[in-house]
């Protein structure tokens, strides 16, 4: 008698999380809608709130700090928010994707100060969509370690190329 031949059956997994290009398209477009919005929170609180506090004659401040103190507001309401739409979307490692995208795009908000606000709000949300693009797309790797690494090389490019 013959023995039967036992095949082993090797599953081969991809090494990325699937995702369909709807919600690749929705990441993009939430990404904007955060951009729109940290533009528009910056330029409000750095012309009515810290601005107007900070630079008025008995402040003992130094107005030079206002749009400092502006982005920093903004760039906290941005990651609140991004997480917030991104978990709620079930986009894959969320946290991961909005603190890369904060840490590459911080202080393009000050570079915005002598431009004309909307020209300020919509480079935000275009580089706002890129990045949200960009890092999901990352963010999908399976490998955890390794997708962090990746990530934190880009973050090191992205932020030489704005900063150059």
């Known amino acids: 008698m ?11 997994e991809s090494p990325f999380i699937s995702m369909v290009p709807r919600e690749f398209v929705r990441t993009i477009l939430s990404g904007v809608a955060i951009g729109i919005a940290t533009g528009l929170v910056y ?18 401040g130094n107005c030079a700090q206002a749009p400092d103190y502006a982005a920093i507001v903004a ?20 946290l991961l994707i909005v603190l890369a995208v904060i840490i590459s795009l911080w202080g393009l908000q000050n570079t915005m100060v002598t431009w004309p606000w909307y020209w300020g709000v919509i480079a935000l949300a275009v ?5 949200y693009g960009l890092y999901t797309w990352l963010a999908r ?8 690494v990746i990530t934190l090389v880009v973050v090191v490019l992205v932020r030489w190329v704005l900063v150059a």
Do not use: D, M, W
């Not at 309401?77 to 969320?94: F, H, N």
């Not at 580089?127 to 990045?131: N, T, V, W």
């Open 127 to 131: 580089l706002f969509g890129i990045a």
């Open 75 to 94: 760039a906290v309401v941005s990651v609140i928010a991004g997480v917030a739409v991104l978990a709620r979307a079930r986009i894959y490692r969320p």
């Open 43 to 60: 330029v409000l609180l750095n012309k009515f709130v810290f601005g107007t506090v900070l630079c008025r004659p008995q402040s003992t």
């Open 2 to 12: 013959s023995e039967p031949v036992v095949h082993e059956e090797v599953v081969s």
């Open 141 to 148: 790797i399976r490998n955890f370690i390794l997708a962090i």
